[in-house]
């Protein structure tokens, strides 16, 4: 089946440091991939997108690359900084249809 | 502004009654979501709706009922027969999902809990 495998959270960094959440997906064929952000107590929005193999989606000094020969799309920023505390979703939309598949959320807290 | 509302935030309900939870949203989108997120869990699909007076079950549907009178508006039933309604309950919407990529947009969520 289509599924969506993320690192377990929480996730703990000083500020500055630099973040990979990993994201790895099972798909029939060829999904568009994104990673979505949820602060406390909101709903989701979306971080970056990438719609076929070794499209770069980024925004907010988050990059994510989508690698098929792994089916990897993990993310990562250079600096974290407190405001990107939240927790960060992976998912994936099959061609043809708006269904999103989403990955468990790892929680990222980082710290002054 | 343009954009999704969820109301109420939080709700609180007694077990074995119907509860119903709004999503109204003014972005002129054809379609719309229902999704359940559980802590530590990613969001589930319960119902969507690609058009006025149509909608789909989700992967969850069971226990929930759903209706799509107006373009604008796609309320949420949680009935008894949910097994464990206590969740945090999140609409989306879309343009029409025919091919090309159209990103969903969330509204804020209703946080419901069943005493």
């Known amino acids: 089946g289509n599924s969506v495998t993320q690192m377990e959270g929480p996730v703990t960094l000083s500020e500055e440091a630099f973040l990979t959440i990993n994201c790895t997906y099972t798909?029939?064929?060829?999904?568009?991939l994104f990673w979505y952000v949820q602060y406390p107590g909101e709903g989701l929005q979306l971080l970056l997108k990438?719609?076929?193999?070794?499209d770069k989606g980024s925004n907010k000094g988050f990059e994510a690359t989508y690698r098929k020969e792994t089916t990897s799309f993990h993310l990562e920023k250079g600096s974290v900084q407190v405001s990107d505390s939240a927790v960060y979703f992976c998912?994936?939309?099959?061609?043809?249809?708006?269904?999103?598949?989403f990955g468990a959320g790892t929680r990222l807290a980082v710290h002054p | 502004d343009g954009g999704i509302t969820q109301s109420p935030k939080y709700l609180f309900r007694k077990e074995g009654q119907n509860v119903t939870l709004s999503c109204e949203q003014n972005?002129?989108?054809?379609?719309m979501y229902w999704y359940r997120q559980d802590p530590g869990q990613g969001l589930r699909l319960i119902y969507y709706?690609?058009?006025?007076?149509?909608?789909q079950k989700g992967d969850i549907a069971e226990g929930y009922s759903v209706s799509r009178e107006k373009k604008e508006s796609f309320p949420l039933t949680v009935t008894s027969a949910q097994k464990n309604p206590t969740a945090f309950y999140l609409c989306?919407?879309?343009?029409?999902?025919?091919?090309?990529?159209?990103?969903?947009?969330f509204g804020p969520g209703t946080r419901l809990t069943v005493l």
């Open positions: 798909a029939t064929g060829y999904p568009s």
């Open positions: 972005l002129n989108h054809d379609a």
């Open positions: 998912a994936l939309r099959l061609g043809g249809y708006n269904k999103l598949i």
């Open positions: 990438a719609t076929k193999a070794d």
């Open positions: 709706s690609q058009i006025v007076n149509d909608f």
């Open positions: 989306a919407s879309s343009i029409v999902p025919a091919g090309g990529e159209n990103e969903q947009f």
